[in-house]
């Protein structure tokens, strides 16, 4: 049985960090393609940063510099660094996952790409 459950949120004020947990159980998170997304109030679900098996990586152009995604084959963890935050990044992240997807397909998708496996959410508060 597959899970992800996030840890870590929580509110800091803007320029601060936070370190946002995915514990994974059913699968090893080595093995699989990871990412996080984020969903702001009134905007669509959006890809904030992929990792391949490869450890080849992605990230939203919004959040390059700022954000670092990581995974702990050892610990079966998926990591999010998000440095220098700002108001606009508030909102729930999301842990996902997909045993089907690899490499560029994982870190670059096509059109109509969809993760199979979600998290319920871990909720990111910005204050100015």
């Known amino acids: 049985q597959v899970e992800l459950v996030e840890s870590g949120g929580g509110s800091v004020q803007s320029g601060g960090s936070l370190r946002l947990t995915c514990e994974a159980s059913?699968?090893?998170?080595?093995?699989?393609?990871m990412a996080w997304f984020r969903q702001a109030p009134g905007k669509e679900r959006e890809a904030v940063a992929r990792?391949?098996?490869?450890?080849?990586?992605s990230y939203a152009d919004s959040v390059k510099g700022r954000f670092t995604i990581s995974r702990d084959s050892a610990k079966n963890t998926l990591y999010l660094q998000m440095n220098s935050l700002k108001a606009e990044d508030t909102a729930p992240f999301y842990c996902?996952?997909?045993?089907?997807?690899?490499?560029?397909?994982?870190?670059?998708?096509?059109?109509?790409?969809?993760?199979?496996?979600w998290g319920k959410g871990a909720l990111v508060t910005i204050s100015s």
């Open positions: 059913g699968f090893n998170v080595s093995t699989y393609c």
């Open positions: 996902a996952a997909d045993h089907r997807w690899d490499g560029r397909i994982c870190y670059s998708p096509p059109p109509g790409y969809a993760m199979t496996y």
């Open positions: 990792i391949a098996t490869d450890g080849s990586a």
